[in-house]
């Protein structure tokens, strides 16, 4: 079945940067592409971005466009997200979801979440 | 960017009885709507896309309709295990956005 898992939960200093992986199993991961959601300690869903697991195209939200990159490593099935220059405000829980190949869609699988803390 | 409203933000309803949460889109999205649910401590989970099309392992209780800007999701006879916060999504176009939640409570 479709699997996705995460890598374990962090803690960051301000300022550090941040690498969460996504490895994906079940099914061919071309096919598809990921987006990164994001949540805040007792907050809604913030998207943050999409890449392609065909082609590695991206698209990143605004809000973090500049702090993010999304990668993929299709030998390992594995996406990547890292943020730069964290802030207090980049402490949540991060999550991958299976998106469309080539444009967003409706997330049908999701990993489990990462726990990312930026705290001095 | 088109922006989701959920309303109610929370809602305590008794075993059994009929839900109706709603979601309403600044602009129109045709029918690219999603609903997700989310349980304390999990994963959100997809429960309806194309605003209406159940996805595998949805109950038959949870039901979605709308198109344009107003869109609906109803649980037919709440059950204990349904306590969680829904949201709704916008898709198809980037960027992506999900409504703030409604907050589903048993009584």
């Known amino acids: 079945q479709v699997q996705l898992v995460q890598s374990g939960a962090e803690v960051k200093k301000p300022g550090a940067s941040v690498k969460v992986s996504c490895q994906a199993s079940?099914?061919?991961?071309?096919?598809?592409?990921f987006s990164w959601v994001r949540q805040a300690p007792g907050q809604g869903l913030e998207w943050m971005g999409w890449?392609?697991?065909?082609?590695?195209?991206?698209y990143y939200a605004e809000k973090v466009q500049g702090r993010v990159i999304m990668t993929t490593d299709p030998s390992t099935s594995t996406v990547y997200m890292e943020l730069r220059s964290l802030r207090s405000d980049d402490t949540a829980i991060y999550f991958c979801?299976?998106?469309?190949?080539?444009?967003?869609?409706?997330?049908?699988?999701w990993g489990q979440g990462t726990l990312v803390t930026v705290s001095s | 960017e088109i922006v989701m409203t959920q309303s109610p933000g929370t809602m305590s309803v008794s075993p059994g009885e009929r839900v109706t949460l709603s979601c309403r889109a600044s602009?129109?999205?045709?029918?690219?709507l999603a609903w997700y649910q989310q349980r304390p401590g999990q994963a959100p989970r997809l429960l309806i896309y194309?605003?209406?099309t159940r996805a595998t392992s949805t109950p038959t209780r949870f039901s979605g309709s709308g198109s344009g800007t107003e869109f609906t999701l109803t649980i037919s006879s709440l059950q204990a295990e349904d306590s969680a916060v829904y949201y709704c999504?916008?898709?198809?176009?980037?960027?992506?956005?999900f409504g703030g939640g409604t907050k589903v409570e048993i009584k």
């Open positions: 194309g605003a209406s």
């Open positions: 999504q916008r898709y198809r176009n980037w960027p992506v956005t």
């Open positions: 079940g099914y061919n991961f071309a096919s598809y592409g």
């Open positions: 890449i392609s697991g065909y082609n590695a195209n991206k």
């Open positions: 602009q129109s999205v045709s029918n690219d």
């Open positions: 979801a299976r998106d469309h190949p080539r444009r967003g869609d409706y997330l049908d699988s």
